[in-house]
């Protein structure tokens, strides 16, 4: 990254057929796992497709592997809740991993309402000769079986179940927007607009509620929970951030209930920028630790922030995202982008930032450089090994032959999800409804 920034390869793009797309296509989350080795997606029609990395190969030791579909399951379906007269959507808000204990793998994925843990693992033998079977599977007449057998293990193609083995449901009014789980491993938390609920990986029927910012008169509700997430190696400690651009931190050791905060990061409004829109652009849409735990990335409208845990009343760095859409509110708000909820995420060594933008843009921050980068996920320079170029926008005046125009961006074509291999310079971009693989350059 620091060497090259604008030399990314594309490694693969896993691109659904733009005949078939519909709106069950469009990808919701993306998240690798915590050896980089597996990638899964989830989408508006409650799949989870999984990506595994292949294995370098011999003869070209030089060329890592390239991800491939591994797997691909239903993790929820469309339900209705008869009580409240309410649809509740498939789509996958969030898919957290599990670290990997075992050959199977772990992941919770979650939709408005319900988070399900599932496992995912290999067969390739099967057993065979069962005494009161036959080998289609019928059940033998007693009379039949003259001798007992033992059943045996045979080879058979490898094959990858998916099953769900635990349900977490019924725990939240509001809809789920982010899971998180503890440095513990045992616990997890779901978080909607205005509770926070911690589990415990192994009990279904119960969480416990440790937030609770839900008003005695729902009049005088101001702000909403907007994200949240524990602290990469202190179990208790947990971050949430709000609409209203203010984020909180909460020692779980200090009360059961962390409606107190230990601490607020918020920032001052220049009340010479102040408008119509501050209050919505100002909203928080993502929060993530850093992989040290040090620092705490926030993500809103135009910016994203960098914080130290230890200092609470400004941000350490700000950058801005697309800072061009400022003349632009208005019709941002009356197409409803405005409040489009980009996530942010880090590098493996918390020296890049990248977050997404509008007409298929995601931007990167060098922290160290303070140089910053903007390229496009799209068809046209998704040939693989293409080398991505930089792109520019122009605001006013005299437009250069390689520059866009604000007004001619498209804002219906949004990166809103991305990851970061926990260890190597390959990124996953999901632009709509198809999946962008990128790598760093190999030499």
């Known amino acids: 990254m620091d060497e090259d920034i604008e030399s990314r390869k594309i490694n693969n793009s896993f691109l659904r057929d733009h005949n078939y797309a519909t709106e069950a296509d469009i990808i919701s989350t993306v998240e690798f796992n915590s050896t980089g080795e597996l990638l899964a997606t989830g989408d508006k029609g409650g799949r989870v497709v999984v990506f595994q ?5 011999k003869n070209q030791p030089h060329r890592r592997g390239e991800y491939n579909v591994y797997s691909t399951f ?3 379906e469309p339900e209705f809740d008869y009580l409240k007269s309410l649809e509740i959507e498939e789509k996958i808000n969030k898919i957290r991993w599990l670290p990997q204990q075992n050959a199977a793998y772990f992941l919770l994925s979650t939709n408005d309402k319900t988070v399900k843990l599932w496992k995912i693992s290999e067969r390739d033998k099967r057993p065979e000769g069962y005494n009161l079977k036959d080998e289609e599977g019928r059940i033998r007449d007693p009379s039949t079986i003259t001798a007992l057998r033992v059943p045996v293990m045979t080879p058979m193609d490898l ?4 099953t769900p083995r635990r349900i977490f449901s019924n725990a939240h009014t509001y809809h789920i927007n982010s899971i998180s789980v503890n440095s513990d491993y045992e616990t997890y938390m779901s978080t909607d607009d205005l509770r926070i609920n911690l589990w415990n990986l192994e009990i279904t029927n119960q969480s416990f509620n440790i937030v609770d910012i839900k008003p005695a008169n729902m009049e005088e509700l101001t702000e909403v929970i907007t994200s949240a997430e524990f602290h990469p190696n202190q179990c208790n400690t947990l971050v949430y951030s709000s609409s209203k651009g203010s984020i909180r931190l909460c020692d779980m050791r200090e009360s059961a209930l962390c409606d107190n ?3 607020l990061f918020e920032e001052p409004e220049d009340p010479s920028n102040r408008s119509f829109f501050s209050e919505i652009i100002s909203s928080i849409s993502d929060v993530k630790f850093s992989h040290s735990g040090r620092y705490l990335m ?4 135009l910016t994203v922030k960098v914080w130290d845990v230890n200092m609470e009343n400004k941000p350490l760095e700000t950058y801005q995202v697309h800072d061009y859409l400022r003349s632009k509110l208005c019709s941002l708000y009356e197409n409803d982008c ?7 995420v880090w590098n493996g060594t918390d020296s890049v930032l990248m ?6 843009f995601f931007r990167m921050f060098d922290r160290n450089t303070k140089r910053d980068v903007t390229l496009e996920a799209s068809r046209e320079n998704s040939k693989p090994r293409a080398i991505l170029k930089p792109r520019k926008v122009c605001v006013g005046g005299k437009r250069r032959k390689d520059e866009i125009s604000v007004d001619s961006l498209d804002f219906s074509k949004k990166i809103l999800h991305t990851a970061w291999h926990p260890s190597e310079n390959i990124i996953a971009v999901a632009a709509t409804n198809n999946l962008y693989i990128f790598q760093d350059k190999v030499n």
């Open 338 to 344: 405005i409040f489009d909820k980009f996530e942010c």
């Open 159 to 162: 094959m990858v179940d998916a």
């Open 355 to 360: 977050t997404g933008s509008y007409n298929n």
């Open 261 to 263: 905060h230990s601490k």
């Open 74 to 76: 239903q993790s929820h």
């Open 53 to 57: 990395r292949e294995q370098e190969s």
């Open 298 to 301: 926030t993500r809103d409208y």
